[in-house]
């Protein structure tokens, strides 16, 4: 046996480096910290330190290791360091916050909260560094600014409530200067609005802060709570005084002077005159005086009341309230009502608007301090808040200016603004940080446009698209280039406008030097349009002579679309009125077009009655116009006079010929147009039996004068690669004309198939059709083809339909006929089918159902496909039978023989339908 080692045993083996035994010493603290000791590089020390952190260990071993390694790797030991610091800060934090967290416990606990004391703890707190968004703290801060703001609106609401109470004692008195029914009928709704005002004030007392309210306020409360009660009081007392009175009239009047006074009237007391004090007589001049300043402060009272201001309203009645004080002895009495009368709507004025100012200042802090409550993914942007901020600002101003102000409210309301305002403050320095950004970025792009501009005076290899091209690129990265202030661009902008178009001066240059270029072209189209013969060469070189320019130069695209515009318009022009004059030329048809035109919509008509012998007898008079046989005329006449009289109802159908520039088409239109000319003057003539006329034959080739041919040579249609003169009757193939037909011009004769067809040299040589004509017959053809192809198809449904009646009603008279079932049944398999359902049903057609089937291709049932699988497996045992698409006409007479079966009706419909379908 060979050894599987290559290597000979004789063959020294290589040197080995002994491998020391010894392991060299292990830091005790390397196990400890993950290998940090005994690893190789400073970032392999520092990934072992983090892995160790992430377990937190314990301040004993950080201390440890930290000492080890602050000697040997500065970086990892400063993770180590940080780590310390951060506990000995979480320590101290931890002492403070504990602090400062009985401290706020213990004002939690008090009954009755100072709120100086607890805005003072939040501001001490932060100054000794107490970590006051974490907890405990974060919480027991949350839970006193709640009290605090639980106190301030319990505070806020003694004075509306303060507020209500006058105001309600003023509509008391009110009641008692008008009359007393009027305070009768007023009785219950204030009856009802000072039992909810007495509810409200209860509900304050019984609040859980109430002890926490200033003193002041609840003296307010109480003061208010017993003066309403006590006008309340009086005003039920003298109502029902009144009312007893107005019942019986000897009951005692009472105290309110309007009511007792309509109670005297009532029971025909007269009222004895009030007897006013006299005033003692003053100087004309010192009353004048005093009317004149009571008037002034009179109307300045009203004007304020008018406008709706509030806080000047009540300046206004303060300075009429004085100006009485001071000029009361000496004004009329006239002037002194109306004076009463402006401070008692004045009182009123001011209690609503108070009240009011109030509602809106609730409002509006309620806005300030939902700018920042927003749900997740909804929060304001800066502009936004900017503008939010700005405009709840100015709606403040506006309430402050028709009320007394609320210091409360504005407390709460400037704290939430400026807590929103932080938003707009940091997306102002990221504005302002992105717009130094955009400026340096578009002065970079200027001075870029600068450098291009000096280094790319002319286009480099004449690309002066790719120069337009670039230009454009600059100006997209410059409006592309981030948003700056207004004055930041006007700065900016002319810079720009100078470089850019310091570059685009060569390509302007360039392109007014083009303009001229284009403008003399546009001058020579029209001297080109104008011609009488239209010169081809020549206008196809200028409009290469354009599109050179227009790549080369490249301009403004309305601008180069109104210069090509203006160029092509003249040749347009020209062409067009070629087209007309080629028209007007091959307009008049000859005498041959206008007898298949005659035929075409006959054949037109006969395919609109729906008859198919109609259709074919149209179809072979039009087939022998197109054949240029001298009975065209006649065979057209005979074939069907309905048909024609039923075209001359239908609109006719104008066909528009394409206008056909080639040379060799004309000369063959001149041809045809001079043949129809001899055909139409030959017809008058009798015509000889013995001598057949020269037929005329339209001839290709040269027109030139001494190159016109007498005769027109046969032209075979032979392959690609044989000879021109193959077919003549000189050369050597001249009898391969006889082989087939010739070149398959549609236009000179009728459509058939090739076999059909004679050669070239022996069809009748007919006139070439006109366009019109042409396509006449061309759609008259295809729709008869159409329209019988439908006949056909509506006839093989009703022959099928007859059939399967036959069979269900067991009739052979309903059987169709052989011409009627098609040319795939034999008069033989009609006899059969006739025999099989003039019999009485028998047998079972399921098998022949599956072979009919089969024979048709199509599918069979879902419920039937095991069956037909099983039966296929059967067929590969009998190769020798006939396949069952030979034996379909016995297959479908063993159905037929059968029994009706409505369900089997769908399956037979469907095979003899592709059977039966020719």
């Known amino acids: ?80 360091r940080e780590k310390l610091d951060e506990i000995k800060r979480s320590k101290t934090q931890a002492t403070i916050a504990l602090e400062w967290a009985d401290k706020a416990q213990a004002l939690l606990a008090l009954s009755k909260l100072n709120l100086a004391d607890a805005l003072a703890w939040q501001r001490d707190a932060a100054k000794a560094g107490a970590p006051l968004s974490k907890e405990p ?51 219950e709704s204030l009856a009802a609005d000072v039992a909810h005002w007495q509810t409200e004030a209860e509900a304050l007392v019984a609040d859980a802060n109430w002890s926490s309210v200033d003193v002041r306020f609840v003296t307010q409360l109480h003061d208010a709570q017993a003066q309403l009660q006590l006008v309340w009081q009086a005003f039920q007392d003298a109502l029902a005084l009144t009312i007893a009175a107005a019942n019986d009239v000897a009951a005692p009047l009472p105290k309110v002077p309007v009511w007792a006074d309509e109670l005297r009237l009532a029971r025909g007391i007269p009222l004895e005159p009030v007897a006013a004090p006299a005033k003692p007589k003053v100087d004309p001049e ?90 997740e993914g909804q929060a304001i942007g800066g502009r936004k808040m900017q503008d939010q901020l700005r405009g709840l600002r100015e709606q403040w101003k506006l309430t402050d200016q028709g009320g007394v102000p609320n210091h409360a409210l504005w407390k ?63 100006g997209d990265r410059w409006r592309e280039a981030g948003h700056i202030g207004e004055k930041m661009f006007a700065e900016l902008q002319p810079l720009w406008k100078a470089a850019i178009d310091h570059a685009a001066e060569p390509l302007e240059t360039l392109q007014k030097l083009s303009l ?58 020209a062409f067009n009125r070629k087209t007309a004059e080629r028209e007007n030329a091959q307009s008049a048809l000859s005498e041959r077009d206008r007898v298949v035109l005659d035929a075409s919509k006959a054949l037109q008509a006969a395919n609109a009655s729906g008859d198919a012998q109609a259709i074919r007898s149209a179809m072979s008079a039009l087939e022998a116009a197109l054949s240029g046989q001298a009975q065209a005329q006649a065979a057209v006449v005979a074939a069907g006079p309905a048909e024609t009289n039923m075209a001359m109802t239908q609109p006719e159908t104008v066909v528009e010929a394409p206008a056909v520039a080639e040379a060799s088409e004309a000369s063959e239109a001149v041809a045809g147009e001079a043949a129809s000319d001899e055909t139409a003057v030959a017809a008058p003539e009798p015509v000889k039996p013995v001598a057949a006329p020269k037929r005329v034959v339209a001839m290709r080739g040269d027109d030139r004068p001494g190159m016109k041919k007498e005769e027109p040579a046969a032209m075979g249609r032979g392959k690609f690669g044989d000879r021109k003169d193959a077919g003549r009757p000189g050369s050597r193939d001249g009898g391969r004309d006889a082989r087939g037909p010739g070149r398959m011009d549609d236009r000179g004769g009728p459509r058939g198939e090739r ?41 093989h449904g009703e022959a099928l339909t007859h059939l399967l009646a036959a069979w269900e009603t067991r009739d052979a008279a309903q059987v169709p006929g052989v011409q009627e079932l098609g040319s795939r049944v034999s008069p033989a398999a009609r006899a059969a089918w006739v025999k099989a359902v003039s019999q009485p049903a028998s047998g079972d057609a399921a098998t022949a159902l599956l072979r009919l089937e089969m024979a048709a291709e199509v599918p069979t049932p879902a419920e039937q496909l095991s069956a037909r699988r099983l039966y296929q497996l059967q067929l590969l045992t009998r190769r020798n039978d006939p396949t069952p698409a030979q034996t379909w006409v016995q297959d479908a007479a063993t159905v037929l023989a059968s029994a009706f079966d409505a369900a089997q009706v769908r399956r037979v419909q469907n095979v003899l339908k592709v059977l039966l379908k020719p």
């Open 755 to 795: 076999s059909d067809r004679p050669a070239y040299g022996e069809r009748s040589d007919a006139p070439r059709l006109g366009d019109a004509a042409f396509r006449a017959q061309r759609d008259a053809l295809e729709q008869a083809q159409f329209a019988l192809r439908k006949l056909a198809a509506q006839a």
């Open 286 to 375: 010192v009353r004048a005086k005093a009317s004149a300043q009571v008037a002034e402060v009179l109307t300045k009272l009203e004007h304020e009341m008018a406008q709706g201001h509030g806080k000047a309203s009540a300046g206004a009645a303060n300075a009429l309230r004085q100006a009485l004080k001071d000029n009361g002895r000496l004004i009329d009495d006239k002037l002194e009502a109306q004076a009463h009368a402006a401070l008692v709507a004045a009182g009123e004025l001011e209690g609503w608007q108070r009240w009011r100012a109030d509602q809106l200042r609730e409002e509006l802090v309620a806005k300030a301090e939902g700018l920042l409550k927003r749900p």
């Open 137 to 187: 703290l974060a919480g027991l801060k949350a839970q006193l600014v709640e009290r605090v703001r639980a106190i301030e609106d319990l505070q806020h609401r003694v004075q509306v409530q303060r507020e209500a109470a006058v105001l309600l004692a003023q509509r008391i008195e009110v009641l008692s200067t008008k009359p007393w029914t009027d305070a009768q009928s007023a009785q």
């Open 1 to 80: 046996m060979f050894p599987f080692s290559t290597q000979s045993k004789a063959s020294p083996t290589p040197d080995v480096p002994a491998v020391s035994t010894k392991t060299p010493d292990v830091h005790p603290l390397d196990a400890l910290t993950h290998g940090a000791f005994s690893a190789q590089t400073s970032g392999e020390r520092m990934a072992c330190i983090r892995e160790w952190l992430a377990t937190s260990p314990g301040h004993e071993q950080l201390q440890q290791v930290f000492k080890e390694l602050s000697g040997k790797d500065k970086g990892a030991a400063k993770l180590l």
């Open 516 to 573: 001229e270029a284009r403008h003399a072209m546009i001058d020579e189209a029209r001297a080109l349009g104008a011609e009488a013969m239209l010169r081809i060469d020549a206008v196809k070189a200028l409009q290469q002579r354009w599109q050179a320019e227009a790549h080369r130069v490249p301009i403004d695209r309305r601008h180069e679309q109104k210069l090509w515009d203006a160029f092509r318009k003249p040749i347009d022009e």
């Open 412 to 474: 709460r309301f400037d704290e939430a603004c400026n807590e929103a305002h932080k938003v707009v403050e940091a997306w102002l320095e990221k504005m302002k940080a992105e717009s130094a950004e955009h400026r340096a970025q578009r002065l970079a792009l200027i001075d870029e446009v600068k450098a291009w501009a000096e280094t790319n005076r002319v286009a480099l290899d004449d690309d002066w698209k790719g120069f337009s091209r670039v230009l454009h690129q600059f």
